[in-house]
Every structure is written in structure tokens, then in C-alpha cells.
């Protein structure tokens, strides 16, 4: 009876572990294609020349500072991604070479869709991410040591190419921007010098506000020399009677100054569009538009050269640290680590059977 049981356990033992193992090891030595890898280290690098603090060594190295966890994450994604797919089928005709070998099960499928070319580009091409220095490296496979190499290269050109593109771009932006805003502010302060120069022609006046100072100081002068006369005029009226005509001749000058103080006076306030105070004020507010325009445009000017600065600072380029070589033996299909896990996987799966035929037969007994 026991030795029944112990040759049916076998049977089963060999169709349930056995025969599937057999399969596999056939499958792997005859069926499988051999997938080569090339590998290759780069570092997003940014042109500048500010000096930032590095511990790990690689500024001193590279003589620029490192670059930031978020321009690796970027790469990273960018790598994998549709677009960086699309071009690669465009310019190496990745499908075919993904698709032109008999291995049902390591290749890509005949009728494969854009999602499916992404997701097994995404098997075959493996991007990892230093935490520490912020380098990637790049494994791309193929079924031909030349195309692996080929395929790497042409990732490391497409990633230096959108490296570029964005910094570009961003660059540009910016400085477009900033001449945008320096035209503007030309024309704008010419605008306000043209206006004040119309004013100047047009009043026949330089600057209001010198000549209304001028007036002012005259008329100062005036007001002193009337009070010089008034002070003679109450010294010849101590002895002299007011008919007399020293005195007579003293008011003449005292109403002749009065009679001139009210005409510039006049020429300061008056009710007349033509006046000083009037000259003033619009004058001001012409020329504090033209000192305003002057501000803005110095600003734009600084404005510019900062963004050319920044531009130029926030330049970036890909360093290519280890470049892909050929590969000279295949590492894939790992043919022994696969036949071990398939055989430790198919014990368990058969151990899980047999465990749950005994709970079973135990249930009916």
C-alpha cells in the first residue's frame, strides 16, 4: 500500500515538477533568445559659474556644481517615456528589432500597440537613480550586441537633445521677456521726453519752475526795497510835512515797487491759463513722467542683463560619465537563476497541492 502511494506521489511529483522544470530548461537552452546589455553613467550638468558646496567630490571633479534631484527625476521619466519611444522606433526601428526574433515570450509580439512597445521598452531599458551623487545609469538590451550599443547611444543623444531643449527654451523665455519689457519702456520714456519738449516749444519755457524761483527772488527783492523806502519816508516825515519834495518823491518810489510787486506777482498766481503756477505744475507732472520712464527703462536694462546672467547660469548639458560599450557575452535569459526559481517555485506550488489533497481526503474520511 505505502509503496502504492509512494509511486503515485511520484507520478504526480514528476508531472506537477518535474515535467514543467523540463520544459523550461528546454525552453531557455533552445527557444530563448540571448539579450545583450550596454551600459552607461551620465549627470545632468549646469553651466554656471557660482561654486555650490559638494561633499561627495564630484564638483571637484568636474570643476561645475552638481545637479538637482529634480533635473535627474525629469531625465529619468523623460527616458521612459512615450516620447522618448516614439523616437527612438523612429530613428533605430526599435518594434522590428523587438519583434524580429521566434521568442513567444521574450519578444515583443508581432501586432504590438504603442502602450505595449512602451511597457517592453520599459523591461528592456532599465534607468537607476544615485541618490547620493544625482548620476543615472542607463541598461538598454537587445538581441544583438550591436543594437544594444546602439540603442544606448541613441537614448544618451535623445536625453541630451531634451537636456538642452529645455534649458533653451526656459533661457529664451526669459530673455524674451525681458526685451519685451525694455522695448516698451523705451518707447514709453521717448514718449514722455517727446511731450515734455512739446510742452517747452509750446510755452516758449524752459523750466517754469527756475523762472517762478527767479520771480519770487525778485519780488523778495522788491518787498526789501519798499520796506528801505517806507523806513526813509517815516525819517523825512519827522521833519519834513508830506508836501515836501523829498517826501513827494519818496512815495513816487513806494508806489512805483507796489505797482511792480502786483505785475509779478501777478505773472505767479492768476486766474490766466498762462500763469507761472499753472507752468509749474503741469511742467512737474511732465517731468515726474519722464523721471518715472527713466526709472522703468534703467529697470528694464538691469532686468535684461539679469535674465542674460540667469539664462546663461541656468544653461544645462548632459555629462556622459561611463559611455555604452559593446557587450561581449549575454547576460539574459538568465538561464540558471530562472531554472532554480522555477524548480523552489513548483516544490512550493506542489507542497501547496499536496497540503491542500490531504485536507481534502482527511475532510471525507
Known amino acids: 500500500m505505502q509503496t502504492k502511494i509512494n509511486k503515485r506521489l511520484f507520478i504526480a511529483y514528476s508531472c506537477f515538477v518535474f515535467l514543467p522544470l523540463l520544459v523550461i530548461i ?33 564638483t571637484a571633479l568636474l570643476g561645475v556644481p552638481n545637479t538637482s534631484a529634480e533635473d535627474s527625476q525629469i531625465l529619468k521619466k523623460y527616458i521612459v517615456s512615450r516620447d522618448m519611444v516614439e523616437k527612438l522606433d523612429h530613428q533605430l526601428n526599435i518594434r522590428k528589432e523587438f519583434n524580429g ?22 523591461k528592456v531599458v532599465q534607468i537607476d537613480l544615485d541618490e547620493k551623487t544625482m548620476m543615472l545609469e542607463v541598461s538598454s538590451q537587445g538581441f544583438s550586441p550591436e543594437f544594444s550599443l546602439k540603442l544606448n547611444q541613441e537614448i544618451l543623444k ?22 519685451k519689457q525694455l522695448v516698451e ?9 517727446d511731450t515734455l519738449l512739446d ?12 523762472q517762478a524761483k527767479a520771480v519770487a527772488t525778485l519780488i523778495a527783492g522788491l518787498q526789501a526795497n519798499i520796506a528801505q523806502l517806507r523806513t526813509e519816508e517815516r525819517t523825512l516825515l519827522s521833519y519834513l510835512t508830506s508836501e515836501a519834495p523829498q517826501v513827494v518823491a519818496i512815495k513816487s518810489q513806494i508806489e512805483s515797487v507796489e505797482k511792480q510787486i502786483e505785475a509779478e506777482s501777478a505773472k505767479l498766481t492768476s486766474p490766466n ?4 503756477n499753472k507752468n509749474v505744475a503741469d511742467f512737474e507732472e511732465l517731468k515726474a513722467q519722464v523721471t518715472f520712464a527713466t526709472d522703468l527703462y534703467k529697470l528694464s536694462l538691469t532686468s535684461l542683463e539679469k535674465a542674460r546672467l540667469e539664462a546663461s547660469r541656468k544653461l544645462k548639458k548632459l555629462v556622459v560619465i561611463s559611455k555604452p560599450r559593446l557587450a561581449q557575452d549575454a547576460l539574459y535569459p538568465r538561464k540558471i537563476y530562472l531554472s532554480i526559481t522555477s524548480f523552489i517555485l513548483l ?19
Open 185 to 193: 519702456s523705451t518707447l514709453q520714456l521717448k514718449q514722455a521726453r
Open 199 to 210: 510742452y517747452q516749444n509750446k510755452n516758449e519755457i524752459f523750466d517754469p519752475e527756475l
Open 158 to 179: 535623445q536625453s541630451d537633445a531634451f537636456i538642452n531643449d529645455i534649458s533653451l527654451n526656459i533661457a529664451l523665455e526669459q530673455q524674451t521677456f525681458a526685451e
Open 347 to 365: 516544490n512550493i506550488l506542489f507542497g501547496i497541492g499536496l497540503l491542500i489533497h490531504s485536507i481534502v481526503r482527511e475532510h471525507r474520511e
Open 26 to 58: 528546454l525552453y531557455l537552452t533552445i527557444v530563448a533568445q540571448d539579450r545583450y546589455k550596454s551600459s552607461s553613467i551620465i549627470l545632468v550638468k549646469q553651466v554656471s559659474d557660482s561654486v555650490v558646496p559638494d561633499t561627495t567630490g564630484l
Open 101 to 122: 526574433v521566434k521568442d513567444p515570450i521574450f519578444a515583443l509580439k508581432k501586432d504590438a500597440t504603442i502602450e505595449e512597445l512602451v511597457e517592453y521598452f520599459n
Open 273 to 276: 491759463n498762462a500763469k507761472l
